[in-house]
């Protein structure tokens, strides 16, 4: 098998998944550590992080959207979405890290499904992306 006849999507996918998952983790930390300062920075930069990896991963998604189709993209651009939202309110002069943490959480929680429905899809309907 060669990787110019593998999708890229679901390589990169990773990234940008793997940060909101540490950004969360860091707002559980912020939560309950002593160190809130620390936390609540490493979250803020790991959800950036995240951000930034998801809208690049989504170029090479568009050059895939002939063979996948249109399914799955309303729900990716909400989750996007939800972070986005975080991001900002993270960063306003009156941040409300309370409300970004449930949209982290909220994120997370669509992001944990849309894997199981990925992986449902390639086990029975033997479909790669």
Do not use: C
Request: glycine share 8%.
């Amino acid at each position: 098998m060669s990787i110019r006849t593998h999708p890229v999507h679901p390589l990169l996918i990773a990234v940008p998944v793997g940060f909101w998952i540490v950004s969360l983790l860091s707002d559980a930390l912020y939560l309950v550590s002593a160190e809130a300062d620390l936390w609540s920075a490493l979250a803020l930069y790991t959800m950036a992080g995240g951000f930034l990896a998801a809208l690049a991963v989504a170029l090479p998604r568009f050059r895939e959207i002939k063979e996948i189709g249109l399914a799955q993209m309303p729900v990716n651009v909400i989750v996007v979405s939800l972070y986005a939202a975080s991001l900002g309110l993270r960063l306003g002069e009156a941040p409300n890290t309370g409300l970004a943490i449930v949209l982290s959480v909220v994120g997370v929680s669509i992001l944990a499904v849309l894997a199981w429905l990925g992986g449902a899809r390639v086990r029975v309907q033997d479909v790669s992306e």
